[in-house]
Structure formats: structure tokens, C-alpha cells
């Protein structure tokens, strides 16, 4: 993740676009692989299913990001790869569905931005923000009614990198959502929350007025 702090433009002449990891694992590997022969890492498998051995993530995450819509979205500055956003249904992370924690708002199943990676030496750059927009429009485009994220609540602080690859709740507010509930989820001591954005609003109840 990177310091969600005060979001810092991007210089002059860079260009910095979000595009799908479909077709793009090779992408995908650079920002979140492990390099380290015999390395052990999450490989974005934590919510997903960390029962799959981690000789196998790999291969698990090729086979997602070769078929849409993928397991997420990839930040680029300058056509170079420095970032990776999860953004799912929330039926595709096992995790999230035998949560005690994380609590369901409503039936529908809201994607969800559940991890934020930013490549070293690319941080402070407002890429986080770039991310988690370009993470709902892929939502858009697949049909989602709603996006949530599970970020933490940390205020004016800065929150550490091992922790806050969840995002902070005002980085979710800045993009258009708004807390839906608490979680008894905690990341880096901090509270987190259930951030919603509606892309379609649910249509509401009752008889239409004559």
C-alpha cells in the first residue's frame, strides 16, 4: 500500500492509467508475486481461499486473470505497472463469506476492494485513489449494483504499510462511499468499516404515488 495521506499529483508529463488484470498476469506478478525462490506470500489469496497451497497460487491467479472479469484491476504510470486493487464479488472471496466480523448490509453481492499494493519507489503518488476508482468502474462495467470496501479508521494518522493495504476510510469517502456499518474487524489497531458506494440505487418499496 502506500501513504494515503495528502493525495500528491502526478508530475508533468506522466500518464497514469488503470486497466483490468485480464491478459495481464505477468502485470499482476510484478506488483504482488514472489520473487524470492521458495518465497512464501499471500499472492491476493488471503480472501480468496488461503486453503489453496501456496505452490499453487500462482497458477490460480493465472488462471483468473486469463478470464474475465478477472481478479482485479492494475495501475500503470507511464505504461509502467505499479499497483494492483482486488475488486471482486464478494461470493468469489471465501473468506468474506464465513466472516464472523464483516457483516452483510443487504442480499445483494457487492463487490469488493479488498487489497491495495503499491510498488516501492512509486508511493505518495495518490495511486491508491487512482486504484479504488478505477476499481469501481471495472464493477460498473460488470453489472455490479454495489461496491464496498473494509478500510480502517485512522483519522488524521498515518497508518503503516503491513497494515494498511485494506485503505482508510477517508480515501474510501473521497471516492463517494460512505460508511454502511461497523465490523468488529480490526487492522493495525484500527476499527474497520463497511464503506458502500451504489452504482445502481435499489428501487424503493411500496406503492408508486398516484
Known sequence: MEDQGARRPAEIGERIEVRPAVGRYDDFYEVVGVKKPGG?????????DSRVPVESRPGYMRDLCATDPGPGVLVYLDDVVVGWCSIAPRSTYRRLVNTRTIPFVD?????????????AGYRKR?????LLAGAVEHA???????VEGYPADVGPDRVDTTSGYVGTVGMFEAAGFHRAAETAGVSGGRRRWVMRRELVPRESSGDPAG
Not at 495518490?126 to 487512482?130: A, K, V
Open 40 to 48: 512464501k506470500g499471500c499472492w491476493c489469496m488471503s480472501y480468496r
Open 107 to 119: 442480499d445483494r453481492d457487492a463487490w469488493v476492494a479488498v487489497c491495495f499494493v503499491v510498488r
Open 126 to 130: 495518490g495511486l491508491m485513489h487512482h
Open 140 to 146: 460498473r462495467a460488470h453489472g455490479a449494483e454495489v
